[in-house]
Structures are given as structure tokens and as C-alpha cells.
């Protein structure tokens, strides 16, 4: 098995538990940050920060300049959680999927 299998499989496995628990808005998912350390940390065939780097080269996730999360007004505050890209999920899982 290739490693790009590995990480697609993880991050079509992430988003598929999230869309059923939480609301798709703006082709985002909004998630706690550490849900989403801990869920990227439970298969250990790579490092999390080594993850990270590959979540956002193939933006699977929607985040600030320096760091892996998003500033998300919540209930009167601004604060930092994890924005799966709905999109992308969606472009990868059919890509995945088909046979040629």
C-alpha cells in the first residue's frame, strides 16, 4: 500500500464521521482541535506534525498562515478550532472511488 492511500483513506474517514455529527457551512467542518490531534495521532505511520504539513499542502483543512487551525467567532468569541475542507473531501473521495 502506497502512503497517499493511507492519507486519503484517514482524511475520507474523518470527514465521513464529522458530516454526520456536524454541520457542513461554507464547504467547512468545524471541529475541535484536539478531537482532531488526537484522531490524526491514533494511526502512527506518520508523526502528527508531519501530517499537518501534508493536510495543508493538499488543503484538506482550512487554516491561518502559521498553523494548522482556524479563528471561528463562537458564541461571542473568537477561537481556534480545526476547518475540514468540505470541498476537497468531496473532490478526493470521487477521485478515490472511480475506476479507470
Do not use: C, P
Not at 21 to 40: A, G, P, Q, S, Y
Not at 73 to 80: A, D, E, F, S
Request: aromatic share 14%.
Amino acid at each position: 500500500m502506497k502512503l497517499i492511500d493511507l492519507v486519503l483513506k484517514e482524511y475520507i474517514a474523518i470527514v465521513e464521521h464529522f458530516e454526520k455529527t456536524e454541520t457542513v457551512t461554507n464547504n467547512r467542518i468545524i471541529i475541535d482541535k484536539i478531537i482532531f490531534k488526537n484522531l490524526l495521532e491514533k494511526y502512527g505511520y506518520l508523526k502528527f506534525s508531519e501530517k499537518i504539513k501534508i493536510y495543508k499542502a493538499l488543503n484538506f483543512i482550512i487554516h491561518d498562515k502559521k498553523t494548522y487551525t482556524l479563528t471561528v467567532w463562537n458564541n461571542g468569541k473568537n477561537i481556534r478550532k480545526v476547518a475540514l475542507n468540505y470541498y476537497t473531501y468531496q473532490q478526493v473521495k470521487k477521485l478515490y472511488e472511480t475506476e479507470i
